[in-house]
């Protein structure tokens, strides 16, 4: 069996999804399989996808599927020890696996490990920086900065994770069709590590028309449902770490309200004005309980 299972969910990515899939088999590390999901794509991505031979593993979704949710089936015939997501518009430096599997095998409790990433847009043409430029990456007191920060610095087509801590927190919630990255990552981290590599391995394709940018209120409550259960798992709480998620909260609430302004989305601001101050007023309660 292959140490590694390369995981590729695709919907209607014909225009990336050669360079992608190219990216995977100039890898220096071999030991791998690809696992190819096709979400009902309608673009020529299958044919693409089956250019490739039997090195990579075709499969096709009876109906399409949130990608939280499709990802899940795909993983379900991965027979790899470990798992690499790569999104279909994204690119691997050819050392990415290489590296990321040296770092996963040099410490025992590693459930994930993360890189920086080049930012590219949509004609590839690289941005100034990189991803860790303006988002710090850690690894110390994960669980609690991931739910407590702003900023996320695990990007998903970096990413390299165990397959058996993937099931046994369930995977993917596939009611979340927007932050299920978000929610599997605190899932992992309530009791594992993790760790990462501080130079890029990959190419982030960045959309400025993305979906949970044209989606601001299920970004906004999916969000806040994910951070209520993280609050919940935790056992406690200082005065400290209370201000914090409370100022991360309103940040959500209020961010996307102004989000909703500046885009002239005017009918999606009345659902949060009414569904999301009372949630938080909740959550704020519970944090000032919960804080020692």
């Known amino acids: 069996m292959p140490l590694v299972s390369v995981i590729i969910n695709c919907y209607n990515g014909a225009v990336y999804l050669r360079e992608a899939l190219d990216s995977v088999y100039i890898q220096t590390f071999k030991d791998y399989e690809i696992i190819f999901w096709d979400n009902m794509s309608i673009d020529g991505s299958a044919d693409i996808a089956r250019s ?8 096709k979704g009876e109906q399409f599927l949130p990608l939280g949710a499709a990802r899940n089936l ?11 997501l790569l999104d279909c518009d994204d690119v691997w430096l050819p050392d990415k696996l290489e590296k990321q599997v040296a770092l996963m095998q040099s410490a025992t409790d590693l459930a994930l490990v993360y890189s920086d990433v080049y930012l590219i847009d949509k004609k590839g043409r690289a941005k100034k920086g990189t991803y860790f430029d303006t ?5 110390d007191n994960i669980f609690f900065r991931l739910l407590a920060d702003t900023n996320n ?4 087509s970096t990413i390299l994770f165990d397959k058996a801590v993937f099931d046994d927190v369930g995977g993917f919630n596939p009611d979340f069709s927007i932050v299920e990255e978000y929610d599997l990552f605190l899932k992992m981290f ?3 590590s ?6 890029p391995l990959a190419k982030l394709r960045q959309y400025s028309d993305s979906y949970s940018r044209t989606n601001v209120v299920k970004t906004s409550i999916e969000k806040i449902t994910v951070m209520e259960r993280g609050i919940d798992m935790l056992d406690t709480l200082t005065f ?7 100022k991360k ?3 959500v609430l209020l961010g996307r309200i102004w989000a909703s302004f500046e885009e002239k989305q005017f009918t999606r601001v009345l659902p949060l004005i009414f569904k999301l101050p009372r949630k938080y007023m909740q959550l704020s309660s519970k944090l000032n309980k919960a804080a020692c």
């Open 249 to 251: 909260l309103r940040r």
């Open 240 to 246: 400290n770490q209370s201000k914090r998620l409370k």
């Open 135 to 139: 988002v710090s990456p850690y690894s």
């Open 52 to 59: 490739y031979g039997e090195s990579l593993k075709y499969f």
């Open 74 to 84: 795909a993983i379900e015939r991965a027979t790899g020890k470990y798992i690499a």
């Open 194 to 199: 993790a760790s990462y590599v501080d130079f």
């Open 153 to 156: 610095p695990i990007t998903c």
């Open 190 to 192: 309530y009791r594992h």
